[in-house]
């Protein structure tokens, strides 16, 4: 029998759930709807979607050695509990207790950890050991990589790079702080600094992009149009770049990283939006003169991160 | 032969060597001073006292295991060499191999880095597996402690807390970057603040306090006077608790310490320094609703930190 390791994407609208192997390919997946805000309902379909992995799995003559979950919020591994998940809501739910007839071995985890896991051991990172993984969507997801490690903080609860402050008392972030890196630099930061821009530059080229409304702006208006060489667009991208440049220079004077790994919605801009961090970067000197260089690269597991890094977490 | 420890704190002025047993007690120690520009010089009189000491150290029967330093700068441990140092200058100086006649294992580390290990192995942080230290002087100097092991980044150049951004944009540090927190929150950065009160506050109590001359500010003048009530005072020790507090949420985000540890000048102000961040840390949730406690305590090794984290680098 192969040994395989189970790894659980959850999201605010589906449960995913995969069978790895220890090569990081996903041989079979599954996946469910949660409705979004039971956490009965949530503990009972994460189960039923289990079992058919398990005896799927089983069938496939393969051996899972354990179940890993990414999971979006704050988690205590030691005690198998869910302290709280955006969407799904709900309060210290202990998935690990209501899990234990599978008699398998249970981690749990926060999304944007495994995802770092995922690209360092299987994705664009593969052979680097230490490595930071932000993910630019409704937030700014962080995980750290130390020596080929995943590192989670204290208890399980550091590596929230998205809420470290990078403008003393600015914006409110979700958090309860104020002007954290979350607020300037996910990919919602970047579409109210594109309407912020449009209600300023009344002739940029990203009013014709938005079909002249601006309930049309994407995550890409502003790239798009940037590229074009709109002065608007290229002037809001510069300050998009700064915004998440600063961050990046924070973390490099921490960890010294060989390589900042971006996911996200973000991340479709690919090497547009890398060289200009890179080259964001190298002026300042990495964060400090004479400082070790720290490649940007965009994550490449996509869809499949969350899953292959869950599973991840119970390899080795 | 007892086995024995050489500890070697480097300052601006002195470099001070001591040997330390592996209960972290000094049992003699030696110290020179350094003409402060000339990098020949500070070789040749490091070589010199470590010769000195050495020897005293094996008239006592006492076997030392090898020989740490505590850097003001930046290191790297695998070349033995010190990449830049604050006050003696010099660049990429082959500390260990001037040294290589004593045939000790030598190990090198930056200053904040050493102290923060000496807290956490026999100080105030003892028996505690994650801990952050910052000093508070000139600048501010970062130490952090990962489940009882120093962490100093990748090639031993990250943990530079002190070069995070607080205020983006903000004022010039003497890094190259703007607005980073030790340009806030260093002892300086303090003066800085009070001399800027008493100019607008001509009635505050700090101008008696420092004889109705502004040269005469120090780092008590705000303290003191915030003590005895002077409201300008207070509103500034106000000002300064929410910059080290907003430091350390950054920290806690991303460690989760058990504590945090507060040395030089500014950490005399004991608890009254400490329950005011404390408090601060409390009311913002330690950085996150449901995150876990980091206590906040003041360095208890004083001037012998640095000796003493110095030698606990060969340890184990």
Redesign the interface.
């Known amino acids: 029998m192969g040994k395989v390791y189970i790894g659980v994407d959850v999201g605010g609208m589906s449960i995913k759930a995969g069978v790895v192997n220890i090569n990081g390919e996903i041989l079979f997946k599954k996946s469910c709807v949660t409705d979004g805000q039971n956490v009965d309902q949530f503990l009972k379909d994460t189960k039923t979607l289990l079992e058919e992995v398990v005896n799927e799995a089983k069938e496939k003559d393969l051996d899972p050695q354990g179940i890993g979950f990414g999971i979006p919020g704050?988690v205590d591994n030691n005690l198998g509990i869910i302290?709280?998940m955006a969407n799904i809501g709900g309060r210290d739910v202990p998935l690990k207790y209501y899990l234990k007839d599978l008699n398998l071995p249970i981690y749990l985890s926060n999304d944007a950890n495994v995802a770092a896991l995922a690209e360092q051991k299987f994705g664009v990172a593969k052979g680097m050991?230490?490595v930071i993984l932000l993910t630019l969507g409704t937030g700014v997801g962080g995980g750290v990589i130390?020596n080929n490690q995943l590192?989670e903080?204290?208890?399980g609860?550091?590596?929230?790079?998205g809420?470290?402050?990078?403008?003393?008392n600015?914006r409110q972030c979700g958090?309860?702080?104020k002007g954290c890196l979350e607020t300037y630099a996910s990919a919602s930061a970047l579409l109210r600094l594109t309407r912020e821009y449009m209600e300023k530059y009344k002739d940029s080229m990203m009013w014709e992009y938005c079909n002249n409304d601006i309930n049309n702006v994407s995550g890409l208006t502003s790239f798009e149009c940037a590229k074009k060489g709109d002065e608007a667009a290229n002037k809001l991208i510069d300050e998009y770049i700064?915004?998440l440049g600063?961050?990046l220079?924070?973390f490099a004077?921490?960890?010294?990283?060989?390589a900042f790994v971006i996911g996200g919605g973000i991340s479709n801009q690919g090497e547009y939006l890398t060289n200009k961090l890179e080259e964001y970067l190298r002026k300042?000197?990495y964060?400090?003169?004479?400082?070790?260089e720290s490649k940007v690269l965009i994550a490449k597991l996509k869809n499949d991160a969350g899953i292959i890094g869950a599973a991840s977490l119970l390899m080795e």
């Open positions: 704050m302290n709280k050991k230490h130390v590192y903080g204290n208890q609860k550091g590596a929230e790079l809420h470290t402050c990078l403008i003393l600015g958090c309860g702080r700064m915004y600063e961050g220079l924070d004077n921490i960890f010294r990283p060989e300042q000197n964060g400090y003169e004479g400082a070790p």
